[in-house]
T-cell receptor, first 112, second 113 residues
Framework: NAGVTQTPKFQVLKTGQSMTLQCAQD?????MYWYRQDPGMGLRLIYY???????DKGEVPNGYNVSRLNKREFSLRLESAAPSQTSVYFC???????????FGDGTRLSIL | EDKVVQSPLSLVVHEGDTVTLNCSYE??????LLWYKQEKKAPTFLFML????IEKKSGRLSSILDKKELFSILNITATQTGDSAIYLC?????????????FGTGTRLLVSP
């Protein structure tokens, strides 16, 4: 049971570099999400995709873009990384938006 | 602004103790409240509560919701070292369309042998 798989697990970037975080789920879920988790801040929603073909902004979307490539995959892109984007990023999925979300193991991203 | 507040921020107990974790909320159009356990990596789902006064139970863990007073508690009885984790409370809120989760900052529980 893979569930929600995120790659990479760790990444160090320099300011201004770009990268894409990958997320895939094998539970046939319709909804997918990207969160960031910072000390003392709790999990904050960056972007979400209610269903295949749709994406929308969450609480903290600035500096990020997303692509719902198909039902399984939802990627998060940092176009020009900034130190303020140093965080742990979690991808999650759920059957529909009002059902419990299942999380991946996270990507720890450091931007120097 | 929607808000979820958890207390205490951290807690250290001895194995065998009973603990109660608190979650209060102020949100627009409450839908449900969820509890997650986060060990080293992914938060894992524990409970989803939608109705007041109905206890949800799973082994030594239980949770209840009070929609009048806007809070929930998570109880863990006969704690074990494996219960050491961060416990996250999240509230689903909103009107029509997509409901998003608002998370609290979590309670860090350490169970010492």
């Amino acid at each position: 049971n893979a569930g929600v798989t995120q790659t990479p697990k760790f990444q160090v970037l320099k300011t201004g570099q770009s990268m894409t975080l990958q997320c895939a789920q094998d539970m046939n879920h319709n909804s997918m999400y990207w969160y960031r988790q910072d000390p003392g801040m709790g999990l904050r929603l960056i972007y979400y995709s209610a269903s295949e073909g749709t994406t929308d902004k969450g609480e903290v979307p600035n500096g990020y873009n997303v692509s719902r490539l198909n039902k399984r995959e939802f990627s998060l892109r940092l176009e020009s990384a900034a130190p303020s984007q140093t965080s742990v990023y979690f991808c999650a999925s759920s059957i529909t938006s009002n059902q419990p979300q299942h999380f991946g193991d996270g990507t720890r991203l450091s931007i120097l | 602004e929607d808000k979820v507040v958890q207390s205490p921020l951290s807690l250290v107990v001895h194995e065998g103790d009973t603990v109660t974790l608190n979650c209060s909320y102020e949100v627009t159009n409450f839908r449900s409240l969820l509890w997650y356990k986060q060990e080293k990596k992914a938060p894992t789902f524990l409970f989803m509560l939608t109705s007041s006064g109905i206890e949800k139970k799973s082994g030594r863990l239980s949770s209840i919701l009070d929609k009048k007073e806007l809070f929930s508690i998570l109880n863990i009885t006969a704690t074990q070292t494996g219960d050491s984790a961060i416990y996250l409370c999240a509230v689903e809120a909103g009107y029509t369309g997509f409901q998003k989760l608002v998370f609290g900052t979590g309670t860090r529980l350490l169970v010492s042998p």
